[in-house]
């Protein structure tokens, strides 16, 4: 493993991370690269799935040159080149992905919008030009914002921004989407049992931890040292996705601004929530569960938690675990049992 992703694993820069319970044995070495800006780690159960891991990643490399909005030359980027000009033609990742993304975006009435894109490129927080921007400035941003500016079409397989200079940005359900097609590729080998945790983005499948024991996924404690859990959550086949204010952030002037923006303020999101934790049982009929989850914890994130709460009542087989900022812990009815602190 290269020295740059023992140290990042070392400082804990994962949302949610993993721990065994009652292991018998020694647990199998991960595959680890620095993909979609995060930490990307594989651990497949058995040895000897190198042929596994090679399609894994091969695919994960593929993704992010369609989604990854800091590569100049993906496909993403070329949409937004040609806002306010013309479509782009764009491969069926792209449409299933922006597709859901607008769902999200419109039963949350834009609390969710991947046209973000322009406030987060602005602000540059998780870069090393994050900066406070102007009033001004932000007022232009949001003039951008907007997921009813978006045309998809499916049946001839393009997508237009109707404003030049409007920006998709893919960061809040991208991982998750990717987090589904490694399944894809795990399931069809035949593995036995896989964890994979693509910075925050949680899948177990299969055997559980060697030696039969539980999936034991701790949760970061948003006011704490990384690697300090507030509690952990015991689970079987699952997707968990987590969303904090300590995840990405930079301070200016005493105060802390985190990286998920309001697209109503343009500034980051200020509520009653320190993170959210989505978690959603894996059933062999699911698709996209993982996606469902990433955008779901960005967007229960954005609402704050008494509106967080009934939105996610919308969906069967999904719960959560919400930190409040005044260190409460509100644990939602399907998770009682199965998550202790």
Same mark, same amino acid.
């Given at each position: 493993m290269p020295n740059f992703l023992r140290a990042a694993l070392a400082l804990g820069v994962l949302g949610i991370s993993? &721990?065994?319970?009652?292991c018998a044995k020694r647990a199998p070495e991960a595959r680890v690269?620095?993909?979609?800006?995060?930490?990307?780690?594989?651990?497949?159960?058995?040895?000897g799935k190198d042929e596994v891991y090679r399609k894994v990643f091969d695919r994960l490399h593929q993704l992010d040159s369609i989604f990854n909005v800091n590569k100049q030359e &993906?496909?993403?980027?070329?949409?937004?080149?040609?806002?306010?000009k013309r479509p782009v033609s764009v491969p069926e990742e792209l449409i299933k992905v922006v597709g859901r993304a607008l769902f999200f975006a419109e039963l949350s009435d834009g609390a969710f919008?991947?046209? !973000?894109?322009?406030?987060?490129?602005?602000?540059?927080? =998780?870069?090393?030009r994050a900066r406070v921007p102007g009033p001004d400035e932000i007022e232009r941003a949001l003039s951008l914002v907007n997921w009813r500016d978006v045309v998809l079409d499916g049946k001839n397989s393009t997508i237009f921004l109707k404003k030049e200079g409007m920006m998709l940005d893919a960061g809040g359900i991208a991982k998750g989407y990717a987090a589904d097609e490694a399944l894809?590729?795990?399931?069809? !080998?035949?593995?036995?049992?896989?964890?994979?945790?693509?910075?925050?983005?949680?899948?177990?499948?299969?055997?559980?931890?060697?030696? =039969?024991?539980?999936?034991?996924? =701790?949760?970061?404690h948003p006011h704490r040292e990384r690697g300090e859990f507030i509690g952990v959550i015991e689970v079987e086949a699952a997707t968990l996705v987590t969303s904090g204010n300590y995840e990405r952030f930079f301070e200016y002037d005493g105060r802390r601004y985190h990286h998920i923006l309001s697209t109503k303020t343009g500034y980051p999101?200020?509520?009653?929530?320190?993170?959210?934790?989505?978690?959603r049982n894996l059933n062999p009929e699911d698709d996209g569960v993982s996606m469902?989850?990433?955008?779901?914890?960005?967007?229960?994130f954005a609402l704050g938690y008494d509106a967080a709460s009934t939105f996610i009542s919308r969906f069967d087989g999904v719960d959560a675990v919400f930190i409040l900022k005044d260190g409460g812990i509100r644990v939602g009815p399907a998770l009682s049992g199965r998550f202790t602190y």
């Open positions: 993993l &721990s065994f319970s009652g690269e620095f993909i979609f800006g995060t930490v990307c780690s594989v651990r497949i159960q058995q040895r &993906s496909l993403i980027n070329e949409i937004n080149r040609q806002a306010g919008d991947p046209t !973000a894109g322009p406030l987060v490129k602005l602000w540059g927080i =998780g870069s090393d894809k590729i795990i399931k069809a !080998a035949g593995v036995e049992g896989v964890l994979i945790d693509f910075g925050g983005n949680i899948v177990v499948y299969g055997e559980k931890a060697p030696g =039969g024991a539980t999936w034991r996924i =701790g949760i970061q999101v200020e509520n009653d929530i320190s993170s959210v934790t989505v978690v469902d989850a990433d955008a779901l914890s960005t967007t229960l």
